[in-house]
């Protein structure tokens, strides 16, 4: 008997689907669980994002070495990439770097500008904010 791929998308609409039944794969079982299960986001992928996946996996994350299999350019993996991770749900959120905010060392200069602290009260400032 051949096992087909589980579909992803309704044939006549397109909406995601749903599983309704799972069946044992022991012959001498073959018990049936029936209801409505939600398939989790990595059974959800289309073919070629989950064998992108599988790659990913296989390399330990190493995307160079993706590249060098799929004989693509590193732009075009990387793109690959970040929209298997859109399409998972993880969309990566930018983490402002360490550091003073462009609004305290504004302050500090402006301070410095006014004449209400000196050039070297200014510097010990930024430098303490940098150290943070």
């Known amino acids: 008997m051949r096992i087909y791929p589980v579909p992803t998308q309704c044939p006549a609409c397109q909406s995601p689907l749903?599983?309704?039944?799972?069946?044992?794969?022991?012959?001498?079982?073959?018990a049936e669980v029936k209801g409505e299960f939600q398939p989790n986001e990595f059974a959800q992928l289309p073919a070629?994002?989950?064998?992108?996946?599988r790659l990913f996996v296989k390399v330990r994350g190493n995307l160079k070495e993706v590249e060098r299999i799929l004989g693509l350019s590193y732009p075009t993996v990387r793109a690959r990439f970040e929209n298997l991770l859109k399409t998972l749900g993880y969309e990566y959120e930018e983490v402002p770097p360490p550091g003073p905010s462009p609004e305290e060392k504004q302050e500090i200069l402006g301070l410095l500008e006014k004449g209400e602290i000196s050039a070297t009260e200014a510097a010990e400032r930024l430098r303490a904010l940098r150290k943070r």
Do not use: D
């Not at 070629?48 to 996946?53: A, K, M, S, T």
């Open 18 to 30: 749903r599983v309704s039944g799972l069946v044992c794969s022991n012959p001498q079982c073959r």
């Open 48 to 53: 070629e994002q989950l064998e992108f996946l």
